[in-house]
Each structure stands twice: as structure tokens, then as C-alpha cells.
């Protein structure tokens, strides 16, 4: 499927994944065939209920009784409609990359769109931060998202002993510091630009990190280069080592990127495919470790709702 305008315009990283390296470049691996042919079955069908949504398509969207009634994250994670909201707010902002650092990862850590709308943007101006704390301090719960969970005793003792004390003051501190580190970068990968600027940041929130850096790749894709060494979350990990016991989980997701899913509705740029990197195989493999779970009676049972 070709993309949408919409989302050709609220992203400036597609020319850099129509044409994958790691087809010709990337170490080969074994793979274990048996759960390989059974991510790439989860992958079709999670992507064609995505197709059928955005047609407008009645339910049932599929027939698998796991995939029916509980709810796994798009394949591409740019289809994410958290996402694309982010990105569709900061849009006007891009030109000011240390102005959109700052607002990314405000965005990433409150975790709720509807709260952003709310509370408002940061900036690097006190009396406008100290009227965004004001709102976010009132602002009834739920405030916060669930997606991302912000570990609170990282920063208990410090000067900013609160969420709302952290985004709002402590964040307009330290991000112009942080956004000269990743302008540092040329097409760094993820795994490697995470090390680098989290002694900068002073916090240990490597995950929250690590998901800006993704969004910093899909609008400066000059910086970060996601077919690159990705880093693998706990999520992902057992798949990986379900795939192969031996090799370094990272070293599997790189290898991933040569699978060509066959009958997989990748979307395309401008008629050329959009290749699967390794931040998406590593998203399909923590997602398919929750669809695996729950077909054996186990997992976290989030309940699909879909809204219009």
C-alpha cells in the first residue's frame, strides 16, 4: 500500500528505508524456521487488520480469536496514532531541533496525547514552563499514559522529586545539552546514541531515550540511522533467543532485516517498498511474545476497543 499523504508529510525519513543495507551486508544467521514462518504469519495479519481499518472495513477485521479480541501495536510503529499525533504537534517546530528535542521527549514521558492538548508545550522560558506545571499539577488523573512507565525512584531524591518538578523545570535544563550531543551524530545507530547521551542527560531513562531517538530518526534521519544496531527491550529478548540461543539478541534483529515476508502488505514510498527495520523487527518480536503468551493461556490481556 502506498502511504498517505498524511503520513509522507508528518515524516522526513522514508527515502532512507526504501532501499534495505542489510540485504547484502548483514551477517546471515540461522534462524529457527518453525517460530520464524510463525512471527511472519502474526506480522501478515497484524498489518492487514491495519489495512481494513484504514479502508473503513466492517468487523470483524480478522479471524484469529487472539488478534480479535486483544490489542498489539501497529508493525511500521509510524502507523501508531500516539505517534502521529506527536509528530503532527511538533510539526510546526521542526525547524528548531533543540525546541522539538525538548517537546519529544515531554510528549514521551507524559505518555497521553489528550494531556499535552491540555497542559501545553515546553519551552526554554520559565514563566511559560511555570503555567504548564500549574496545569499538569491540577490536571485530574489520568494524566499519564500506560505505555511507557516512568520509573519514579530515579528521581525521588533528587532536586526534582516530582514528575511534573522533572518535565517541567528539570527538562528545559538539560535537553539543549542533549540536543548538541545527537546534532553530534552522523547516522548513529539507536543502541549506540542512547550510551552516549544518557551521561549527558544525568537520568537513567534509557527507554524513554530510546523511543525519541526513534522519533529523532523519523524527522532528522541525518542523525539516526535505524538499520543500525538497535537495542533489544526485555519485551523482545525471548523471542530473539527462541529464534537463536546463540547469537547476541542485536545480532538477530540485524539479521531479521534480510527476511522477505512473503504476502506481507509492506507499505511503499513513491512505489518502492519500505523495508522492516531492525526498530520494527524488534517491536514484532515484543508483540508476537504477547500474542504467543496469550494463545497459551498466559500474557497481559489488553482488550481491543476500536474507535472511528
Known amino acids: 500500500m502506498e502511504i498517505s499523504n498524511k503520513l509522507k508529510n508528518i515524516y522526513r525519513h522514508w527515502e532512507y528505508h526504501i532501499d534495505n543495507p542489510f540485504l547484502a551486508a548483514s551477517r546471515k544467521i540461522d534462524l529457527d524456521k518453525s517460530y520464524l514462518d510463525q512471527i ?18 466492517a468487523q470483524p477485521f480478522t479471524a484469529d480469536p487472539v488478534l480479535q479480541r486483544y490489542r498489539f501495536c501497529n508493525i511500521y510503529r509510524e502507523l501508531d496514532k500516539q505517534t502521529i499525533e506527536y509528530h503532527k504537534l511538533l510539526h510546526n517546530i521542526r525547524k528548531d531541533f533543540d525546541l522539538w528535542l525538548l517537546n519529544m521527549m515531554f510528549c514521551r514521558l507524559i505518555c497521553r496525547y489528550e494531556t499535552i492538548k491540555h497542559v501545553g508545550l515546553l519551552c526554554y522560558n520559565r514563566k511559560n514552563n511555570e503555567k504548564v506545571f500549574g496545569r499538569l499539577k491540577t490536571l485530574p488523573s489520568p494524566k499519564y499514559g500506560t505505555a511507557y512507565v516512568f520509573p519514579i525512584s530515579v528521581i525521588m531524591k533528587s532536586e526534582f522529586p516530582s514528575r511534573e518538578r522533572f518535565f517541567c523545570f528539570y527538562l528545559p535544563e538539560i535537553m539543549k545539552s542533549c540536543a548538541e550531543v545527537v546534532r553530534s551524530f552522523d547516522r548513529a545507530g539507536v543502541a549506540d546514541a542512547v550510551e552516549r547521551v544518557l551521561p549527558v542527560f544525568k537520568y537513567n531513562l534509557r527507554f524513554h531515550w530510546t523511543e525519541v531517538l526513534i522519533d529523532v530518526a523519523y524527522q532528522y534521519p541525518q542523525y539516526i540511522d535505524l538499520f543500525k544496531r538497535f537495542p533489544i527491550g526485555p519485551g523482545s529478548k525471548p523471542m530473539m533467543e527462541m529464534l537463536n540461543k546463540t547469537v547476541n539478541p ?10 522477505d ?8 514510498y513513491k512505489g518502492k517498498r519500505v523495508w522492516l527495520s531492525p526498530e520494527n523487527w524488534e517491536g514484532i518480536c515484543c508483540e508476537f511474545r504477547k500474542y504467543y503468551n496469550l494463545r497459551h493461556g498466559t500474557g497481559r490481556k489488553r482488550i481491543f476497543t476500536y474507535t472511528t
Open 261 to 268: 515476508l512473503k504476502g506481507f502488505p509492506y507499505l511503499f
Open 250 to 259: 542485536e545480532e538477530i534483529c540485524l539479521a531479521l532485516t534480510r527476511t
Open 40 to 57: 511472519g504469519k502474526f506480522a501478515i495479519e497484524r498489518m492487514k487488520i491495519w489495512e481494513k481499518v484504514e479502508q473503513g472495513l
